[in-house]
């Protein structure tokens, strides 16, 4: 991906979620995050990804009203940014953070809790620090008279 097409990804980003947060005014798109934006080479496509937060059927209504808000967005767009051509905008679920989550909780299923030893060890060493301040076994006071 070059350099140009990356910012542009980012622009568009940016600008779509202020557009849905502001100007979106169907009732059917809740709480929406726009998480990556893939634009295709030639400018005629864009895949925009959404985290929404709700039920299978929120989200369901929420993708539905968002597929239906892409063109007012293009128009949107169209305004805002100084380019000739405005992608096509197809709204796509964002799955990556299920994705993780599934991927995290296989491996602390599958690898043993980490040891707490060297936590002990890091408490021991303060505890003997403070007794030596106390007895007064710390630093020097810097004064031989």
């Known amino acids: ?8 990804n980012e622009q568009l980003k ?11 005014r169907d009732p059917r798109v809740g709480l929406v995050t726009v998480t990556h934006v893939e634009t295709a080479g030639d400018l ?9 937060i709700g039920t299978d059927a929120e989200r369901a209504e929420t993708l539905a009203g968002l597929k239906a808000a ?3 967005l293009r128009h949107s767009l ?10 096509e905008l197809r709204f796509m679920e964002d799955h990556s953070l299920d994705h993780a989550l ?23 060493a303060t505890g003997e620090a403070a007794a030596d301040d106390e007895q ?3 630093a020097p006071s810097g004064s031989d008279a």
């Open 1 to 8: 991906m070059s350099k140009r097409l990356a910012r542009l």
């Open 14 to 24: 940016r600008e779509i979620s202020a557009l849905v947060r502001t100007q979106v």
């Open 44 to 52: 005629g496509s864009a895949r925009v990804r959404v985290r929404i």
């Open 70 to 72: 892409a063109p007012f």
């Open 78 to 87: 169209g305004q805002i940014l100084s380019i000739r051509h405005i992608p």
């Open 102 to 124: 599934r991927i995290e909780k296989i491996l602390s299923d599958v690898l043993p809790a980490p040891e707490r030893e060297g936590e002990d060890e890091d408490e021991e």
């Open 136 to 138: 007064g076994g710390g």
